[in-house]
């Protein structure tokens, strides 16, 4: 056993040019690898930085932490599906899975938010926060761009603006969430949406032209054409589309409602946008894959 695994890395080291004596001997001094080096939970632990002395303040950042490092996961089975050659049924079954588990995850503990924080506190330390605003996160619109074409979120409204050969550059103009901060008729833009398009609209418009015909909506057509998208398959993916397109949206406004409104008044939130509207999964319309649904349900799409 051990000489058959002698063998096997002297083989490895020699196939690279390497000297496995060298390895060996480097694997005497090499130290055991800790839990602490590995997760990196004081890194982790460090990255919280409430600006005022409100307590429900960290729960508000380490729900948002959270939130994208799910997005993370999501983000990597995406990419996965995204590059993948492979037409195997249960192999597209598992990753829609777990991208579907991600989903409600966060959906199902949306309540930490809703329900975890006091509605006085969070209206003061909210104040020290604008013009930031849980909008301005990349990872939500990249995810976006993996799933779908540009031109499935890009809604009605945005449709009848757009000129006939109209590039990414303008389709990204017209995109739905332009709506939380653009006055389409002057061109003016809230600050929230200048300052995240100054970081990440570079970001964005090469990870769209990267993913033009093998996001997963592409996908899921090449392998409709080819007869080979099942009934499961076809279940689990609505399924998506449903949990991140329409139940996660709700939560999210609901919640907003809980902080933001009482007795039929509402508040500015703190990226400035017409939220009461403009969070609500029917006005948005934000559908990874129409090709999934029917007419009828497209047309009651978040009613
Ligand atoms: C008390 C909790 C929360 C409230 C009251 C709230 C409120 C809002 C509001 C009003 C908007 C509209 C943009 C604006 O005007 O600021 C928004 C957008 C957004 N928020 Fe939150 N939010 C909360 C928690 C979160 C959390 C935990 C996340 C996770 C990252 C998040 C992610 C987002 C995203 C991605 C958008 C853009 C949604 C879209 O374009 O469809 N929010 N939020």
């Given at each position: 056993m051990m000489e058959n695994l002698l063998v096997k890395l002297t083989e490895k080291f020699t196939k690279d040019g390497q000297d496995p004596e060298t390895y060996l001997k480097g694997l005497l001094h090499s130290k055991y690898v800790n839990y602490w080096d590995y997760i990196q939970p004081d890194t982790l632990l460090s990255l919280q930085k409430p600006r005022?002395?409100?307590?429900d303040e960290l729960t508000f950042i380490v729900y948002h932490q959270i939130t994208e490092l799910v997005l993370r996961l999501i983000k990597h089975e995406a990419q996965q599906l995204c590059e993948t050659e492979t037409d195997s049924e249960s192999y597209w079954l598992e990753k829609g899975a777990r991208i579907e588990r991600y989903a409600h995850l966060l959906i199902n503990s949306f309540s930490i938010m809703n329900k975890g924080m006091s509605r006085e506190q969070y209206n003061e330390f909210r104040l020290?926060?604008?013009?930031?605003?849980?909008?301005?996160?990349?990872q939500f619109r990249l995810i976006e761009f993996l799933f779908t074409d540009i031109d499935n979120l890009i809604n009605e409204r945005g449709k009848k603006r757009l000129?006939?050969?109209?590039d990414l550059n303008e389709k990204l103009e017209n995109i739905?969430?332009?709506?939380?901060?653009?006055?389409?008729?002057?061109g003016s833009k809230s600050k929230t949406l200048q300052d995240f398009e100054s970081k990440y609209k570079s970001e964005f418009l090469s990870t769209l032209n990267n993913y033009q015909g093998k996001n997963i909506f592409a996908k899921i057509n090449n392998l409709k054409a080819q007869g080979k998208w099942s009934d499961l398959l076809n279940e689990q993916f609505r399924k998506i589309d449903k949990a991140l397109n329409i139940d996660w949206p709700i939560v999210h406004m609901e919640t907003a409602h809980t902080y933001l409104s009482s007795e039929g008044e509402t508040k500015a939130a703190t990226g400035g946008s017409n939220w009461v509207k403009y969070l609500h999964p029917k006005y948005q319309r934000?559908?990874?894959?129409?090709?999934?649904?029917t007419e009828s349900e497209l047309a009651n799409w978040g009613n």
């Open positions: 005022t002395d409100f307590p020290s926060l604008a013009p930031a605003s849980g909008f301005q996160s990349a000129s006939a050969n109209a739905y969430w332009q709506d939380a901060g653009k006055n389409h008729e002057t934000r559908i990874y894959f129409p090709n999934l649904w």
